[in-house]
């Protein structure tokens, strides 16, 4: 066992170099309010607090101290609704909040289960308190018969400097389009960089993520919510983590063995394990207090008082540990347990 800042990190000796595969880990214990979907964990510059943002309750806000909690339940990114006219604006999904200069951006969706009537809006706010998110409305928005459906979004910063969007769900699948210096106006046209030929095509919640000379895409894919205990999906089919990689941040991102996730390519980092099912919703921050960056994600708990139900579904997290692996990271590291992205 290696503890580094005061957290237990046990690092898994087991590589697919070595043709065997390692456990999946198990997440940080958590105390406090976390039944929470679609996470997005950013850390206050200011004071190191923690700022956890989740789908439904309009955005929902939860703060913690301390990673392990307890986390509370703070409020709302909009309390009063989206601003964009769409079914939905009562109930955001998936918001991805990152840092830009001194202002929190929160991208989110607004859409119905089902439909490519969807748009992808920009709440701001200089310090992720309740009550601080202003709404400035519409960013980019699919309809129905599009080749994508706009929401999952995620905003990185590509080699260039220049903000680039990620966003899709199902429907050819995770889909880019540059943005303005202003984070908002969309420039150019929407291009494809994962796609999962499989009917459904059950690709979405793109996340990039760059470390070192890479920009890695991780994916969720598969059933995310739904599930009847009774009756469970086919083992695998249920939500799982993929990653590729990248020296651009708009591609082309190839898994270890060196596909193309264009073409059903992609890493298995995260799968069902133990009392973890379902897990997905990814997405990574850096950690202050201990260095490291930490990979966030929700899963349904096989043990919770409905087994299996979504209505349950909880936070995990996990540190990274971002060495190589036979020429291709990364391998994790788990508070508490190896987060091994194999």
């Not at 699919?142 to 910063?157: E, K, L, R």
């Not at 379902?278 to 994600?297: E, L, M, N, R």
């Amino acid at each position: 066992m290696i503890r580094v800042a005061g957290i237990p990190l046990l690092l898994s000796l087991l590589t697919l170099a070595l043709g065997v595969l390692a456990a999946f880990p198990d997440p940080l214990k958590l105390s406090g309010s976390v039944l929470i979907h679609d996470p997005s964990l950013v850390q206050r510059a200011s004071d190191g607090k923690y700022f956890l943002f989740t789908t439904h309750n309009k955005g929902g806000i939860l703060t913690a101290t301390n990673l392990a909690g307890p986390w509370t339940s703070v409020g709302s990114i909009l309390p009063s609704d989206s601003s964009i006219n769409l079914p939905g604006r009562d109930d955001i999904w998936a918001p991805d909040v990152s840092l830009h200069g001194s202002t929190y951006y929160a991208y989110y969706a607004v859409s119905t289960f089902g439909s490519q009537n969807s748009a992808i809006g920009l709440a701001t706010s200089s310090s992720m308190d309740p009550g601080t998110w202003t709404d400035q409305g519409q960013v980019f928005a699919s309809t129905t018969g599009a080749q994508f459906n706009a929401i999952d979004p995620n905003v990185v910063i590509d080699e260039k400097g220049v903000p680039v969007l990620s966003f899709g769900s199902f429907w050819s699948d995770i889909f880019q389009i540059n943005l303005a210096s202003n984070f908002k106006t969309v420039s150019g046209s929407a291009t494809q960089v994962s796609f999962n030929a499989t009917n459904p095509q059950p690709e979405e919640g793109a996340f990039v993520w760059k470390h070192g000379s890479f920009y890695y895409l991780f994916f969720s894919s598969g059933l995310c919510c739904g599930f009847d205990a009774n009756a469970l999906p086919p083992a695998g089919n249920e939500y799982k983590v993929f990653v590729g990689r990248s020296t651009s941040a708009h591609g082309p991102f190839l898994d270890k063995a060196g596909k193309d996730l264009r073409q059903t390519g992609g890493t298995l980092v995260l799968a069902s394990h133990g009392n973890v099912y379902a897990p997905g919703g990814q997405s990574i921050f850096t950690d202050s207090k201990s260095g490291k960056d930490v990979f966030v994600y929700h899963y349904v708990p096989v043990n919770s008082a409905q087994p299996y139900s979504d209505a349950f579904a909880t936070l995990g997290l996990n540190a990274i540990d971002w060495s190589s692996v036979s020429g291709f990271g990364p391998v994790g590291v788990g508070y508490g347990n190896s987060c091994v992205f194999r």
